[in-house]
């Protein structure tokens, strides 16, 4: 069975840092890999997704994530943050054996001045 | 292409009553899931339904319980309120079933569900 674990519920950047959030997956075949991003009282939406087609994936608003097999991971970047940044990332991931998508538990985002 | 409309967007209702809420998915998307956030458990997958039927189950009572119709709008319904089942309801649909795809879903704004 998929699962997916997001080190850090919340972590605090500051305005113009890298941004680092950390996402280890589990499954048995090769997987499919989601990053979605929520900001306060809206709904999900994506951020990138991999389906095996380049292990970097560049996302909007500057976000990219790294496939690594052999680490099973898919950690979200940025170069820089931005104060507009703040908000809940959530990694998900998803593969042709199980039949549902699998949610981390999401990691909040906190950006100084 | 409109995004996926839920309604309504507030909703107060006391323990031991019913509610019902609505998701209109992205015209072309035939899979609708639904998800339960709260502060405390995050986000909980309730169920799926793709093409009318029920794919997938989440750990939820009974009383929660979806439908969708051949136009695929779903309508989740909870009886019986608990204190608990106050939560933001999402609903995200997709172009396919998720799982088994690299299909992505696409959420609504959520239901700010209120027990009192």
């Known amino acids: 069975a998929q699962s997916v674990t997001q080190l850090g519920s919340h972590v605090s950047v500051s305005e113009g840092a890298l941004v680092l959030l950390r996402c280890n997956y589990s499954?048995?075949?090769?997987?499919?890999l989601f990053w979605y991003v929520q900001y306060p009282n809206q709904g999900l939406q994506l951020l990138l997704k991999?389906?095996?087609?380049?292990?970097l994936v560049k996302g909007i608003n500057g976000f990219e994530a790294e496939f690594k097999k052999s680490e099973t991971s898919f950690h979200l970047t940025k170069p820089s943050a931005h104060m507009s940044d703040a908000a809940e990332y959530f990694c998900?991931?998803?593969?042709?054996?199980?039949?549902?998508?699998?949610f981390g538990k999401g990691t909040r985002l906190h950006i100084l001045p | 292409k409109a995004g996926v409309t839920q309604t309504p967007r507030y909703l107060i209702k006391t323990r031991g009553q019913q509610v019902t809420l609505s998701c209109s998915p992205i015209?072309?998307?035939?899979?609708v899931s639904w998800y339960q956030q709260t502060p405390g458990q995050g986000l909980q997958f309730l169920f799926e339904?793709?093409?009318?039927?029920?794919?997938n189950k989440g750990n939820f009572p009974g009383r929660f319980s979806g439908r969708q119709f051949s136009n695929s709008r779903s309508e989740m319904n909870v009886s019986t309120l608990e204190l608990g089942d106050s939560a933001l309801y999402l609903c995200?649909?997709?172009?396919?079933?998720?799982?088994?795809?690299?299909?992505?879903?696409?959420f609504g704004p959520g239901t700010r569900l209120t027990v009192t």
């Open positions: 995200a649909s997709s172009l396919g079933p998720s799982g088994r795809s690299s299909y992505e879903q696409y």
């Open positions: 499954s048995s075949v090769p997987p499919y």
């Open positions: 991999y389906t095996s087609a380049a292990t």
């Open positions: 998900a991931v998803s593969d042709d054996r199980d039949d549902k998508i699998i």
């Open positions: 015209s072309g998307h035939r899979s």
């Open positions: 339904y793709f093409s009318e039927t029920q794919r």
